[in-house]
């Protein structure tokens, strides 16, 4: 009769740490904000995807221009995928820029952190503002900037903040004065890419109609991709249109970024 041969735990637990870190090695998925290698980016929350069935949002996550469903947080910083999309074009951005002046709305913290450490011993100057947020340097209306003077900053970064906000035409002309002639900025809203007009109601109180017409308890929009380039055109703002063709699908295949995702980048007329 065989003898059985028993592997220690604590080396059963060794080889599989190896074999962890050996598939790291080979892996060709990284995050760009965090710079880490990944086996796999972990799925969206499934209690946000569950209410979306729930309320009877009537739209599925393939519509949606900028959202990896399947691949949306990193596992090492939990960088969304639109936060390792802004960071493929800031590492690149910010490195042939002199002294600047920037302002983060609505700051994501992985990204935030991202930039700090990107112009640690620079000469450009961050700073993050919000309303609802305490741990920001500026607590701030976008709609009212008043503490901020026309024409003061170099770039700004406004993700995902103009769908909670009432007046969204207000808010935008808002970010065209503060922006210097010659400025650029990342712009970017949720978009349906289905539909053809921006469906709207700041009156909307009740969480669960937000949720099945908006796709979340605190929007009161969801945004057509051309009511948004009409909205920001008619602000003031030229619009580049980034996407897999200027980033490289490699390059988003490997960062856990979908093939549809469009980075807008805005810019103030330098006349």
Not at 23 to 33: A, D, E, G, H, T
Not at 145 to 161: G, P, T
Request: proline share 6%; charged share 30%.
């Amino acid at each position: 009769m065989p003898i059985k041969k028993y592997i220690p735990l604590a080396l059963k637990k060794r080889a599989r740490a190896l074999q962890d870190q050996v598939k790291l090695i080979n892996s060709r998925l990284y995050c760009p904000v965090c710079e880490s290698r990944v086996n796999s980016f972990l799925p969206l929350e499934a209690c946000f995807q569950e209410n979306l069935v729930k309320y009877g949002f009537p739209f599925h996550s393939d519509e949606a221009e900028t959202c990896n469903v399947a691949a949306y947080l990193c596992p090492s910083c939990e960088a969304s995928d639109r936060d390792r999309l802004y960071a493929l074009f800031l590492r690149d951005y910010l490195m042939g820029h002199g002294p600047i002046q920037i302002v983060d709305f609505g700051p994501s913290p992985p990204l935030s952190a991202f930039i700090r450490r990107l112009i640690e011993g620079t000469e450009i100057h961050y700073r993050t503002a919000d309303l609802l947020t305490e741990n920001v340097d500026d607590r701030v209306d976008i709609t009212n900037l008043e503490s901020y003077a026309s024409d003061q900053f170099d770039f700004f970064i406004c993700s995902h903040v103009l769908e909670h906000v009432p007046d969204d035409r207000k808010a935008l002309r808002e970010l065209h004065r503060i922006l210097k002639p010659g400025g650029q900025a990342i712009l970017m809203v949720p978009i349906i890419l289905s539909i053809d007009h921006i469906d709207e109601d700041p009156d909307v109180r009740d969480e669960a109609e937000r949720w099945r017409r908006f796709g979340q308890g605190d929007h009161i929009r969801l945004y057509s991709r051309q009511g948004f380039l009409e909205r920001v055109r008619e602000a003031g703002f030229a619009v580049r249109e980034l996407g897999k063709d200027f980033f490289g699908a490699e390059e988003f295949e490997r960062a856990g970024i979908t093939p549809q995702s469009v980075l807008y980048v805005v810019e103030k007329s330098g006349s």
